[in-house]
């Protein structure tokens, strides 16, 4: 049973960080729907699902949480257990990407 479970963490993780680019240009940053596209596998079209089964869904936080949450995958200091595909995908994102894509998932 707990090699099932890996398993499909493992699968999820790779389904959810194989988009990301090794670096965000400044100017795709500015379009936060575009970003969230690649996002939409794990946390659904409206930010409504629970990511890998246990992130508290998108949908519904206000744009400075989403970029402090974003900020915080990307330094370290925010995540729970399942934080590495999180952290992993943030740190690939520039400042003025987190805050598009922020605002972008905001607007659930």
Excluded: N
């Excluded at 690649?38 to 089964?53: R, S």
């Amino acid at each position: 049973m707990k090699a099932i479970v890996v398993a499909a963490a493992l699968g999820a993780l790779l389904a959810c960080t194989a988009w990301a680019p090794v670096a965000v240009r400044t100017a795709e940053a500015a379009d936060g729907a575009g970003l969230y596209a690649q996002c939409a596998g794990c946390h659904g079209e409206d930010g409504g699902k629970a990511a890998l089964g246990a992130a508290r869904p998108v949908k519904g936080q206000t744009a400075d949480a989403l970029y402090g949450k974003l900020k915080g995958y990307a330094d370290g200091s925010y995540g729970g257990s399942k934080k590495a595909v999180m952290a992993g995908i943030a740190k690939k994102l520039s400042d003025e990407a987190m805050r598009a894509l922020a605002a972008h998932m905001a607007s659930f």
